[in-house]
């Protein structure tokens, strides 16, 4: 595969869900599972979105969502 075919490839480990009954509510994602892990996760309360990603697109992660205090 030529680097023009590799710049389109998508990220097969990165997602982003809205979750539209938690917007406003402040959260921070927390790891459980593994506790060493590359993965990481966003939350942002207005939009109601979670973004994700995998450090391999074959791997998993246990995520806690914990009430934050608003920033």
Same mark, same amino acid.
């Given at each position: 595969m030529d680097r023009s075919e590799?710049? #389109?490839?998508? =990220? *097969?480990?990165? +997602?982003?869900? %809205?979750?539209?009954h938690l917007r406003g509510t402040h959260l #921070? %994602?927390? %790891?459980?599972? %593994?506790?060493?892990? =590359?993965?990481?996760? =966003?939350?942002?309360?207005? *939009?109601? +979105?979670?973004?994700?990603?995998l450090p391999r697109h074959d791997t998993a992660v246990l995520l806690r969502l914990d009430v934050a205090p608003p920033a």
């Open positions: 590799d710049s #389109h490839k998508v =990220d *097969e480990s990165a +997602r982003t869900t %809205p979750i539209p #921070h %994602p927390a %790891p459980l599972y %593994p506790g060493t892990s =590359d993965a990481t996760a =966003d939350w942002d309360a207005a *939009e109601a +979105r979670f973004a994700g990603s």
